[in-house]
């Protein structure tokens, strides 16, 4: 019923920036946030920056100043900004919602598949 698809992820040397790019489709009535996560070999998934219907972001404290978290309500996309990127930052970088489908009465969390970064010194 519902898609979360990324895209933007790939290979980029340290210092370099990349843009990732999630989109929602289906029967969506409602988005009350998006956010990125990641997960990097060996290691936890971890929020890396969430964006709520009002625009209000959060972030990790290992990304601020360095990715923008921002989304096109009309369209259901978000996307994650990365500038000065780290070879700590290489992950797979997961998209989340949390909304309404329009059949639905309650908030459902979905993941989308997934988008691998890789920062090479």
């Known amino acids: 019923q519902v898609q979360l698809v990324e895209s933007g992820g790939g290979l980029v040397q340290a210092g370099g920036s990349l843009r990732l790019s999630c989109a929602a489709s289906g029967s969506i009535d409602s988005i009350y946030y998006m956010a990125w996560h990641r997960q990097a070999p060996g290691k936890q998934r971890e929020l890396v920056a969430l964006?709520?219907?009002?625009?209000?972001?959060n972030y990790a404290d290992s990304v601020k100043g360095r990715f923008t978290i921002s989304r096109d309500n009309a369209k259901n996309t978000v996307n994650l900004q990365m500038n000065s990127l780290k070879t700590e930052d290489t992950a797979v970088y997961y998209c989340?919602?949390?909304?309404?489908?329009?059949?639905?009465?309650?908030?459902?969390?979905?993941w989308g598949q997934g988008t691998q970064v890789t920062v090479s010194s």
């Open positions: 964006i709520n219907n009002g625009g209000s972001t």
């Open positions: 989340r919602a949390a909304l309404r489908l329009t059949t639905a009465s309650v908030t459902t969390l979905y």
